[in-house]
């Protein structure tokens, strides 16, 4: 009976083996064909006609524009949105009030709007026909078709990320060290700096890398409100889609490797900050 219980056993553990592998396997030539093989036709079509012609339009002054812009604004986004993504987890996560619920709600909007929709309604606001339009246009003060447009459009559709990474710690860390620094006498803002801040910073990056990445490849919200404007407000991705149906597949490649180049880059940062994150909690408890 014994030994007929043992070979059941072996072979069950065998099937769970094989079905195991049978799926990583799976996920394994999936992600290859979903993914990895479209990465890498970027870079063959990039590199296709040699290096010369891929840094020739790779440095056209409209590329390096388009470029700029992007970076511009990764660095304009991304710092707005760790500031509002701090404060919102702060509020909602460690005081207790009326209506946090639906500002919870609210955060998780441009999750589920479509980035047509997104940059549609940022033009109703802020457009010349739209809810301040008349009092910007009194004033002179250029929103739509310009990069404050492009700006409000990618704050809109990037807002969530920070604030949905940040919130589950705070959440999880509760409120007993933030309450005990307080009884000693400690600030608000002291409190937060040297408490609240330092014990969510590996979920701040993560926050920080999925904007940054979101920032840089936003396309639908951004096409909505620029206006399309050569070397002016057509942003890397907006470039690469003028690129293509101009049949410049050259250039569209061209910077569309670059585009992907800096997407893996911040792929890179993800997984060193994750990385780092998982060590400082499996030494947490040795602390």
Not at 53 to 68: D, K, N, Q, Y
Not at 153 to 158: E, G, K, M, N
Not at 201 to 214: D, E, N, P, V
Request: charged share 15%; glycine share 10%; net charge neutral.
């Amino acid at each position: 009976m014994i030994p007929s219980m043992a070979v059941h056993h072996r072979h069950h553990a065998q099937r769970a083996n094989w079905g195991r592998r049978v799926l990583i396997g799976a996920a394994v030539v999936l992600a290859l064909l979903i993914l990895g093989v479209p990465t890498a036709v970027v870079f063959v079509h990039a590199f296709g006609k040699g290096v010369d012609v891929w840094w020739r339009a790779i440095s056209a002054p409209e590329t390096l524009g388009a470029i700029g812009l992007s970076l511009l604004i990764v660095a304009v986004v991304v710092p707005i949105n760790a500031v509002y993504g701090l404060s919102v987890a702060w509020a909602v996560t460690k005081f207790r009030w009326q209506g946090k619920k639906w500002l919870v709600s609210l955060i998780e909007v441009p999750f589920s709007v479509s980035p047509i929709v997104a940059g549609v309604a940022t033009m109703m606001v802020y457009g010349s026909s739209g809810l301040l339009g008349g009092w910007l246009m009194d004033h002179d003060i250029k929103i739509m078709f310009a990069v404050p447009g492009i700006i409000l459009a990618t704050l809109f559709v990037t807002s969530p990320f920070v604030a949905r990474e940040v919130m589950p710690l705070m959440q999880l860390q509760g409120t007993e060290e933030e309450e005990a620094a307080q009884v000693l006498g400690a600030g608000g803002l002291r409190t937060f700096l040297s408490i609240t801040l330092p014990n969510v910073k590996w979920a701040l990056f993560y926050g920080l890398i999925l904007c940054t990445a979101r920032s840089l490849g936003e396309f639908g919200a951004v096409s909505v409100v620029s206006g399309h404007i050569r070397g002016e407000t057509n942003t890397l991705p907006l470039y690469i889609d003028l690129l293509y149906h101009d049949y410049d597949s050259s250039g569209a490649f061209a910077a569309a490797s670059v585009l992907t180049l800096l997407a893996l880059v911040t792929l890179v940062l993800k997984v060193l900050v994750e990385g780092r994150r998982d060590a400082a909690m499996d030494d947490e408890p040795n602390a």
